[in-house]
């Protein structure tokens, strides 16, 4: 029932952009702390950004001033607009809430090439 789908994913050059899409069903993202996650192969996973119900944002000090998350509570969706990438932000990015963490799902591909 609580399901959390990304996509937005994709193969773009070093300093384009992209757009992530985090589509909840079965939670309100309007009432619940919604973050950003990513994971390189080899890697553990690492926090990117959250945004909480009051709207506070965080971000990682690796995108802070190039990445911005953003919610549409009307689409139940979290966004994360990506911009100036770079070939080091290459992972896979997934979404889920922050108080209490719900099965990972798929997550969405993102390869920046140089």
């Known amino acids: 029932q609580v399901q959390l789908v990304e996509s937005g994913g994709g193969l773009v050059q070093a300093g384009g952009s992209l757009r992530l899409s985090c589509a909840a069903s079965?939670?309100?993202?309007?009432?619940?702390?919604m973050g950003w996650y990513r994971q390189a192969p080899g890697k553990q996973r690492e926090f990117v950004a959250t945004?909480?119900?009051?709207?506070?944002?965080n971000y990682a000090d690796s995108v802070k001033g190039r990445f911005s998350i953003s919610r549409d509570n009307g689409k139940n969706t979290v966004y994360l607009q990506m911009n100036s990438l770079k070939p080091e932000d290459t992972a896979v990015y997934y979404c889920?809430?922050?108080?209490?963490?719900?099965?990972w799902g798929q997550g969405t591909q993102v390869t920046v090439s140089s």
């Open positions: 079965g939670i309100a993202v309007s009432v619940n702390a």
């Open positions: 889920n809430r922050v108080t209490r963490s719900i099965a």
């Open positions: 945004i909480s119900s009051d709207g506070t944002i």
